[in-house]
């Protein structure tokens, strides 16, 4: 890992973390693609990737304070795969599929968009912070993982586990 210790990954951090946030708005108002099927299967997948991604992100930060470093390391890289797998997903469907309005009412309605936009906004906030303690894990920066890995750690799970709690308010209404 030296090479990666003297690489200066930041401009890559900066226009990963722009570029994602802005390729998904882009995709709620551009046409949609006629792929000639729908990709209805989609947003359960992205929910089961989220849900898995919450249990890999408790899983690490038990091995972790149970100083097992090699399977954090693994549980660690499994949620990376797994959200880039969501990432992937989630724009796929977007750009093929006009989004679903929540049709609930009242209280829950409020509800479902407090979790949603919170959910949005945390979201993009996150990609920056985990790919900073991303790098400095992998650049044996541990202190300075240590550090921003205990604000990525809340947020990514709250990410994850808003964004079953929002498919399964909004999955009547697909």
Not at 5 to 10: I, S
Not at 22 to 32: G, R, S, T, W
Not at 42 to 50: D, I, K, W, Y
Not at 121 to 136: E, K, N
């Amino acid at each position: 890992m030296a090479t990666l210790q003297k690489k200066n990954l930041t401009p890559f951090i900066i226009a990963v973390s722009i570029i994602i946030p802005i390729a998904v708005a882009v995709l709620f108002f551009a046409p949609k693609l006629d792929i000639g099927s729908k990709l209805t299967f989609l947003p359960a997948l992205n929910a089961f990737l989220n849900g898995t991604t919450s249990v890999l992100l408790i899983a690490a930060f038990i091995a972790i304070k149970n100083k097992n470093i090699e399977l954090h390391r693994k549980l660690m890289l499994s949620a990376i795969g797994l959200s880039v797998l969501f990432l992937l997903s989630y724009i796929t469907y977007h750009a093929t599929s006009e989004p679903t309005i929540y049709g609930g009412e009242g209280a829950l309605k409020s509800i479902y968009y407090f979790v949603l936009i919170s959910h949005i906004i945390l979201a993009a906030v996150i990609v920056p912070l985990v790919l900073i303690s991303f790098v400095r894990a992998l650049s044996e920066k541990f202190d300075k993982h240590r550090k921003i890995a205990r604000i990525t750690l809340p947020l990514w799970l709250y990410v994850t586990i808003t964004g079953v709690i929002v498919y399964l308010m909004i999955a009547p209404y697909y």
